[in-house]
């Protein structure tokens, strides 16, 4: 029987290792088939942002990794409204994550969610274990 | 009840590991069970032998070690974690070319799985942690 994992991811991606820390932990949970949710809030929605640029500050652009989460049928990303809002960035500003849905054909589509804070509750609410960086 | 603990930062800088390690003697002491405790992030610091606090202070390494010796419990090391910190058992430091290893007695190395595994094999898992 497969648990429910959520992970919490509420840090900016540069500044701390927990960004960074916490993707190693998703993709090692990956191998696990458990049912894998991932939320983004706070600072943590810097996370996804498109064009990230690192050669200034020495250290590595992992940003590229998320695009592979669909690959590892890790596809419920969660994005909470209120931070995504709160500074000035919108859907557009984020990389654009998919995975191909083997129950409909392998078609393409958007694992990234817009969620209300309410709604991420609810979701927090439904799981076995959640993990927060 | 079976619990398992994620110490996510490091000792003394944090009351993180203080309040883990309360908590595990306060759960064993109620009679409930620990799976597993896992070390990950700057808590990989809780597992060198080398910390040498004040004499008027706390020793939280020792502190684990003597807690894993008297009830059995699992006290592991995230390895990425651990590499990138300088924390390392004879295997490790063999591998990676090292003149030393500071494990401190008690804990092992070993991977993030066994951060899910403690996920999937425990009622509950509690972080300690920012």
């Not at chain 2, 004040?54 to 974690?81: G, K, M, T």
Request: hydrophobic share 40%.
């Amino acid at each position: 029987m497969s648990k429910r994992f959520l992970y919490v991811n509420r840090k900016a991606p540069y500044g701390t290792i927990y960004a960074l820390e916490s993707l190693e932990v998703v993709l090692i949970g990956a191998a696990f088939e458990q049912d894998v949710s991932l939320a983004f809030l706070d600072d943590g929605v810097f996370q996804l942002t498109r064009g990230q640029q690192t050669d200034e500050l020495g250290v590595k652009n992992f940003s590229p990794t998320y695009k592979a989460l669909g690959d590892y049928d890790v596809n419920k990303i969660y994005v909470e409204r209120e931070s995504l809002e709160a500074r000035g960035l919108t859907l557009d500003d984020l990389l654009p994550l998919t995975y191909e849905d083997e129950d409909d054909d392998w078609a393409e589509k958007d694992s990234i969610k817009l969620v209300s804070a309410a709604e991420l509750a609810e979701i927090m609410e439904a799981q076995d274990v959640v993990l927060s960086f | 009840m079976k619990f398992s603990i994620l110490v996510s930062e490091g000792p003394y800088t944090h009351e993180a590991a203080d309040t883990a390690y309360n908590f595990t003697k306060a759960a064993l002491e109620k009679g409930h069970e620990i799976f597993r405790i896992f070390f990950y992030h700057d808590g990989v610091n809780n597992g060198t032998r080398l910390t040498t606090p004040p004499q008027d202070d706390r020793n939280i390494v020792n502190r684990w070690s003597a807690l894993a010796q008297e009830h059995d419990i699992d006290l592991v090391l995230c390895v990425a974690a651990a590499q990138r910190r300088g924390i390392a058992d004879a295997d490790e430091a063999r591998r990676n070319g090292k003149d030393a290893d500071n494990i401190a007695p008690g804990f092992r190395i070993s991977g993030l799985g066994q951060l899910i595994d403690a996920g999937i094999e425990s009622d509950r898992l509690i972080t300690f942690g920012d």
